[in-house]
């Protein structure tokens, strides 16, 4: 899943921030200090959760969910409880967090969120697909569709609205998300091992710490991912 | 019995990142004092709603200091402000202080 964090006050960005990274399955794309902003990023990004502070000056967050015709999951945070009976008002209303939000009471919202998709799960198409055999990733560079290979990516990096496939031969940009692109690779070949890297995990060098060396790449590993690695690796 | 401002939730929040710890306390060092100035200066213009506001987010810097007293304080004083009453000036004046010492001593 990926998410967006909606608040005017940093240190609250930072708390929402700090649990999601916790969260493997969860990547952090951008954080924003207003409202408005992030209508206009909505507008060209698919997001799956948002977490969205109720009192903001100017733009609140109910005036946000409003706004929003085909809006994500949303979870209300905010100092005041009384908010609350008002944010389950919309459907798209998940969870509401009340500031200071604990460890424990994330991870319960998390499954209101995972179990919100499975109640309704989506069906959307990105601009990168697979083929029928999946051997195969047709990418989308300036409307044509160039075919690479799957043993041959070595990485794939989200630099904010884009990502970077890297090849054995050259490297590849393109508009998508890696939630999109990581839907579209093996699990068999490929693992998220940090929000902003995926890599084909046959390609590895070494492991040193808290990162994995992929040809001349150094690959950070995150805390949360670092046992599933180690799980699929051969270690003697 | 005065309660003092520490660090066990964000601790609690980082686990072993110090990384995050350190951001967090910059963020805080850079946010309170400058959310205690636009406090003061709408008081001082008798700029109740703005006041109201910043109490808004200072309450929650309560929340994250563990200072429970604080923030009831403050989620009251919120109220009264947007009623036009700041009599509770001085009591969170007291608070502000207590933190920037206790932010400054870090």
Known sequence: MNCIIIDDEAAARAIVNQLCSKVSDLDVIEEFDNAIEAIKFLNHQDIDVVFLDIHMPGFSGVDFVQTLKNPPKIVMTTSDTEFAIAAYEYEAIVDYLVKPITTERFEKCLQKIKNSFTQRPKNKTGEVSSSGANEDLYINIDRRLIKLKLNEIMVVEAKGDYIEIKTEKEDYRVHTTLKKIKEKLPEKLFLQIHRSYIINFTKIIDIEDNSVLIEKNVIPISRSNRPELMRRLNLL | ?106
């Not at chain 2, 402000?81 to 000036?89: A, Y």
């Open chain 2, 1 to 106: 019995m005065q309660e003092h401002p520490n660090l066990s939730y964000i601790k609690e929040l980082s686990g072993d990142d110090a990384e995050f710890e350190q951001k967090f306390m910059r963020i805080l060092k850079d946010e309170f004092p400058e959310e205690s100035q636009t406090y003061y200066y709408h008081i001082e213009n008798d700029e109740l709603e703005m006041a109201a506001e910043i109490v808004h987010k200072l309450k929650h810097k309560f929340n994250i200091l563990c200072l429970p007293n604080a923030y009831r304080l403050a989620v009251v004083y919120e109220e009264e402000l947007r009623s036009g009453n700041k009599q509770k000036d001085d009591n969170l004046r007291v608070v502000l202080n207590q933190v920037k010492d206790y932010l400054n001593s870090l």
